[in-house]
């Protein structure tokens, strides 16, 4: 199994529950639940879900404990049926793994500016001004 390459997830939101399809996930990275906006690798993965790869197209399941997942009855969306148990203390550990490596990457490279300031941050008091300042009344 290679995490390291991005591929599909079909992952249910450890919070709200919704199934959230990211095209390519990659360890590392943010999985940002469509409703409730949580990262869903936030949550204890190891507790609340359990992991399926499809052994034909490689889409990744993470689906809550609870959900039914029955391997050979259950279908991918290729109609493969065919599944890889994914060890979610495995999963965890790449994504954890490769967060950090993130993290330190970041550091190392001075152009990295994902987490510059943005450019429109405006102190409150200065709204009114940028008003007053509008050409049209000058
Ligand atoms: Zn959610
Ligand atoms: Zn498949």
């Known amino acids: 199994m290679n995490l390291e390459t991005p591929f599909v997830l079909l992952m249910e939101c450890g919070g709200c ?12 990275t943010p999985a940002i639940c469509n409703q409730c906006r949580e ?3 936030d949550y204890d993965l190891t507790r609340t879900h ?7 197209c490689q889409r990744t ?12 009855e259950s279908e991918c969306q290729c109609e493969g ?16 793994q490769a ?8 550091d190392d490279n001075p152009d990295f500016d994902w987490c510059r300031p943005a ?18 009344f000058t």
């Open 81 to 96: 049926r065919d599944f890889t148990e994914l060890n979610m203390k495995d999963f965890v550990d790449s994504v954890t």
């Open 50 to 56: 359990q992991g399926h790869r499809c052994d034909s």
């Open 61 to 72: 399941l993470l689906l809550k404990k609870e959900t039914e997942f029955v391997n050979g």
């Open 17 to 28: 529950g919704l199934e959230n399809l990211i095209s390519a996930f990659t360890p590392g």
């Open 99 to 106: 967060e950090k490596k993130g993290l330190d990457d970041a």
């Open 119 to 136: 450019q429109d941050h405006v102190p409150d008091e200065r709204y009114d001004e940028i008003f007053d300042d509008d050409p049209g």
């Open 39 to 41: 990262n869903m690798m």
